[in-house]
């Protein structure tokens, strides 16, 4: 099967036409892959499948980045996230899963970032972060080992090379990471309060020479630059218990441990400048008892993209 040499334009202005071809329709058998490999190794964790809506009352994360919909009259918002609802269901199931559609209203244009995505999502009740880093690097790893094991010639037929996934997953925090990019490339982003696109490529050529392995896990980026259910660390409140997993260049999964507690999250929630009581519901569940828990969420087109390699996350779309 050749290669479709068309340009992004033409490939998505007649994109009825461009999914016939063999080597775009391959594209999307990968991704079919990505989700059932996710798919089963959130339930060999015990997680129930949970479907949950994708407009709401409130803005998810707060902040601009969202959709605003007429609902009858009233003022509503498509989802940014699952990630209220699969917490109000933490003390229902205690692990959860979902696979649910995300609308980010970023106006910026880039390579990496879709308006309208897919997430692959889990939350754990009763998990410590040693536990969470723990499970989020098993389902990537076992997600990335299905795509191989079951699509080796779409693999091969990309030119993409063998998959280097290990037992053990590098582990850095953000700040260990600037001081590894810092001393190999002499570029200082140790003042930055997140890792740039080049850091994240820089860090995993590291794990690469380092540990062969085509992932990384990063950890501790600054709480301020985490959404409100992020909790702090109690070690060192300016950063928090938060993770990224980062596969050949680019992040592909991004979570943390909660915070649980009611009163401290209507305590965040105002210091964020929202109102408590557009969360009225999701508080609820915190009032009447939640356990320790987090989650993580995958972008299914990004890893479609990074699995392949392909030049536009729109062609995994």
């Known amino acids: ?9 033409t490939l998505l202005d007649y994109r009825a036409l461009t999914l016939r071809h063999p080597k775009v329709k391959e594209i999307f058998k990968v991704q079919e892959s990505v989700m059932q490999g ?8 015990g997680c129930t499948e949970i479907f949950v809506p994708t407009i709401s009352a409130s803005a ?3 902040g601009a980045e969202v959709f605003k919909v007429d609902y009858y009259g009233r003022p509503a918002f498509m989802t940014q996230s699952p990630q209220l609802y699969k917490q109000m269901l933490v003390p229902v199931f205690e692990r959860v899963f979902t696979i649910a559609h995300a609308y980010r209203a970023e106006p910026s244009v880039t390579t990496r970032h879709l308006s309208e995505s897919t997430q692959l999502d889990c939350e754990f009740g009763f ?9 989020l690097e098993l389902v990537g790893k076992e997600t990335l080992k299905y795509v191989e094991k079951t699509c080796a010639d779409i693999l091969k037929d990309f030119g993409v090379e063998k998959l280097k996934i290990n037992d053990k997953v590098p582990r850095l925090t953000m700040r260990e990471a600037q001081k590894i990019i810092l001393k190999r490339t002499g570029i200082d982003h140790t003042k930055e309060k997140d890792l740039m696109p080049e850091d994240e490529r820089e860090i995993c050529r590291w794990a690469e020479e380092e540990s062969n392995s085509d992932l990384v896990t990063i950890t501790h980026y600054p709480t301020k630059k985490r959404a409100f259910y992020t909790k ?15 596969f050949r260049g680019i992040e592909i999964l991004s979570g943390s441990q ?18 408590p009581d557009n969360f009225e519901m999701y508080l609820q569940a915190f ?6 828990e987090g989650g993580f969420s995958f972008g299914l087109e990004r890893m479609t993209m990074q699995i392949l390699k392909l030049a536009n996350i729109r062609e995994a779309s």
């Not at 996710?38 to 964790?45: E, G, I, M």
């Not at 998990?127 to 499970?135: G, K, M, N, P, S």
């Not at 702090?232 to 980062?246: I, M, N, Q, T």
């Open 258 to 275: 909660r915070v649980d507690d009611y009163k401290e999250l209507v305590e965040v929630i105002k210091e964020r400048g929202m109102n």
């Open 1 to 9: 099967t050749d290669t479709l040499n068309l340009e992004l334009p």
């Open 127 to 135: 998990a410590t972060f040693e536990t969470l880093l723990d499970y």
């Open 38 to 45: 996710f798919r089963n190794a959130a339930q060999s964790l």
């Open 232 to 246: 702090a660390d109690p070690k060192d409140p300016e950063y928090s218990l938060s993770y990224d997993l980062l």
């Open 60 to 62: 998810t994360e707060g």
């Open 287 to 292: 009032k009447y008892g939640m356990p320790p």
